[in-house]
Nanobody
Framework: VQLQASGGGSVQAGGSLRLSCVVSGTSSNPRVMGWYRQAPGKQRELVAVNSSAGNIDYAASVAGRFTISRDNAKNMVYLQMNSLKPDDTGVYYC????????????????WGQGTLVTVSS
């Protein structure tokens, strides 16, 4: 399984970006597709997840500004990011086939290479 993320870039605060991730090497419908990010000097954190059961969840810091969507037919997952803030700066990773257990999400074993998002004030 391989994931290829794209769409990162440099924007000013208030701007928008749309990240895309294509999955290859599998025809399975993953349980959970997700986006995670890692800011400089910080641990990787969950940003948004979309499960095959129809559950969609966001980190509190991005709720209302970001939208995750997936196209199973194309093996794609997207992250629309609006009203970007400098705190959104980081490397964004897509993740394949995570798990949703209770109120927690656990990432799957497969990660994209990451795409850098830089938001300036």
């Amino acid at each position: 399984v391989q994931l290829q993320a794209s769409g990162g870039g440099s924007v000013q605060a208030g701007g928008s970006l749309r990240l895309s991730c294509v999955v290859s090497g599998t025809s399975s419908n993953p349980r959970v597709m997700g986006w995670y990010r890692q800011a400089p000097g910080k641990q990787r954190e969950l940003v948004a997840v979309n499960s095959s059961a129809g559950n969609i969840d966001y980190a509190a810091s991005v709720a209302g500004r970001f939208t995750i969507s997936r196209d199973n037919a194309k093996n794609m997952v997207y992250l629309q990011m609006n009203s970007l803030k400098p705190d959104d700066t980081g490397v964004y990773y897509c993740n394949f086939d995570g798990k949703h257990i209770g109120s927690y999400y656990y990432p799957g074993d497969y990660w994209g290479q990451g795409t850098l998002v830089t938001v300036s004030s």
